[in-house]
């Protein structure tokens, strides 16, 4: 599963992720992470890109499981 985290702009970041998990928690409790980009492969979901507001840095860290902000 890959996940990743880089900054947009000063205040938003793009959250990247595969985990189906992450995918499903995302969904259901974080309404401020919008939908950017779907990814799919033969007509499966495979991963999900989102738009994250600077100061939810900390939250989109602990949720993906990234270190760094690349």
């Known amino acids: 599963m890959s996940n990743a985290i880089w900054r947009l702009n000063a205040d938003t970041i793009a959250c ?3 985990d189906t998990e992450v995918i499903a928690k ?4 974080y309404p401020d992470f ?3 980009a779907t ?3 033969d007509g ?7 738009r994250v507001p600077a100061a ?3 939250v989109a860290k602990r949720l993906l ?6």
């Open 39 to 41: 990814y799919q492969r």
């Open 44 to 50: 499966q979901l495979t991963g999900m890109q989102y």
């Open 26 to 29: 995302v969904r259901r409790s």
């Open 16 to 18: 990247f992720t595969e």
């Open 65 to 70: 499981n990234v270190v760094q902000i690349t």
């Open 56 to 58: 939810r840095k900390r």
């Open 34 to 36: 919008i939908v950017m």
